[in-house]
C-alpha cells in the first residue's frame, strides 16, 4: 500500500466529499459537504495561499486513490504559540485503522521539518475524541495539556494538545 500526499486540488472535491461521513462531519468539517462548496474551499485556500495564508492542505491518497485530506496551519490558534504548526486530518471510514492517517501526519511532518516551516508539530483534538488522540500517539506525539477553545460551530469544547518536535 503506497500512502502519498498531494497538493489538494478541485479535482479532489468528488472523492472527499464521498469519503465523508457522520465522524468525519463531527470532529473535522462541523457539517456536511457538497462537491461545489468543497471545490470552493480549495480555491479559497489557494488564494488566501497567495496573500500569505500560513494554511496549505494536502490530499491523503492510498495506490494513487484520494481516501482523506491533511492541513497544516502555523497561525496562532487556542493552543497554538509561536513556532507550532497545527495538523488536521480526515480519513474515509473504510480506511480507518490501518495507520494511514498516522503515517500520513509522519509525511507531513517530514514535509514541514525539510522546508523549516515550523519548530513543532501539533494536533489538537476534542479530548472526546479517542480516534485522534490515537492518531497522534501513533505519529510520535506526546499530550502536553488541554486547553479551553471552540468546535467548528462555534461551541465550547476542551482540546486536547500533542506537540511533536520537528
Request: charged residues 25%.
Amino acid at each position: 500500500m503506497e500512502i502519498t500526499l498531494q497538493p489538494l486540488s478541485v479535482e479532489d472535491a468528488e472523492d472527499l466529499v464521498a469519503a465523508e461521513d457522520e465522524e468525519t462531519i463531527r470532529w473535522f468539517s462541523g457539517g456536511r459537504s457538497t462537491v461545489e462548496g468543497t471545490r470552493r474551499y480549495v480555491q479559497l485556500l489557494e488564494q488566501r495561499a497567495a496573500a500569505g495564508s500560513t494554511k496549505r492542505a494536502f490530499t491523503i491518497k492510498v495506490d494513487g486513490r484520494c481516501v482523506g485530506s491533511i492541513d497544516h496551519d502555523a497561525d496562532p490558534q487556542d493552543g497554538i504559540g509561536p513556532g507550532d504548526v497545527n495538523i488536521a486530518y480526515a480519513i474515509a471510514p473504510w480506511m480507518r485503522g490501518q495507520g494511514i492517517t498516522a503515517h500520513a501526519v509522519g509525511l507531513l511532518c517530514a514535509q514541514l521539518s525539510e522546508q523549516a516551516e515550523g519548530e513543532r508539530a501539533v494536533i489538537r483534538c476534542e479530548a472526546e475524541n479517542v480516534a485522534s488522540g490515537r492518531v497522534a500517539e501513533k505519529a510520535g506525539f506526546t499530550r502536553t495539556r488541554e486547553v479551553p477553545s471552540t468546535n467548528e460551530l462555534g461551541e465550547p469544547v476542551d482540546m486536547q494538545v500533542h506537540v511533536r518536535e520537528l
